[in-house]
T-cell receptor, first 113, second 115 residues
């Protein structure tokens, strides 16, 4: 079954404690990205990756890092989380070609105290 | 002006009726268009993609695209309570330089199907 998985699904942490949210896909898609979704602000792209070792900033990259060492994995790293990073996070993958269809993971609800 | 605009709703439709959701976009070079359904606290689920002018039907869903008017819509026939969700319109702007093409999301329309 084609799927995008994220872990953890829920996380409560404290300010400054480094965390990683993992994302994995089995669809062999080259393009992966991370979004955050906040009430009234919609989906905002944090980072994206066009292929292994190729990453670039999205619209709201501050406070986040990513890496793409393998095609299937695209972890999101918060080196020093702050309360304004409390949000619902989605990993997404996209099929290739000009009509890219994008598929989302189940989401990670993060609370930073 | 937002790049992808949707009425935030809520749009209330009686069960069994047709729900009509609308979206406009600003970039004439946009190539592909998507509708996602999102239940509260869940991830967006792709329900329709459309690339050419006209209508595309899939079950109870019909997507309509008019590139000249920069308008895309989603019709849901025989609306069911389970259709109550937020519907996100998304537009692929196409390649405009180095990097990947960008998908822009609207802020979503809340749809409520009343029994």
């Amino acid at each position: 079954e084609a799927q995008v998985t994220q872990n953890p699904r829920y996380l409560i942490t404290v300010t400054g404690k480094k965390l990683t949210v993992t994302c994995s896909q089995n669809m062999n898609h080259e393009y992966m990205s991370w979004y955050r979704q906040d009430p009234g602000l919609g989906l905002r792209q944090i980072y994206y990756s066009m292929n292994v070792e190729v990453t670039d900033k999205g619209d709201v990259p501050e406070g986040y890092k990513v890496s793409r060492k393998e095609k299937r994995n695209f972890p999101l790293i918060l080196e020093s989380p702050s309360p304004n990073q409390t949000s619902l996070y989605f990993c997404a993958t996209r099929s290739g070609g000009p009509y890219n269809e994008q598929f989302f993971g189940p989401g990670t609800r993060l609370t930073v105290l | 002006q937002k790049e992808v605009e949707q009425n935030s709703g809520p749009l209330s439709v009686p069960e069994g009726a047709i729900a009509s959701l609308n979206c406009t976009y600003s970039d004439r070079g946009s190539q592909s268009f998507f509708w996602y359904r999102q239940y509260s606290g869940k991830s967006p689920e792709l329900i329709m993609s459309i690339y050419s002018n006209g209508d595309k039907e899939d079950g109870r869903f019909t997507a309509q695209l008019n590139k000249a008017s920069q308008y895309v819509s989603l019709l849901i026939r025989d609306s069911q309570p389970s259709d109550s969700a937020t519907y996100l319109c998304a537009v692929n702007k196409g390649y405009s330089g180095p990097g990947a093409s960008k998908i822009i999301f609207g802020s979503g329309t809340r749809l409520s199907i009343r029994p």
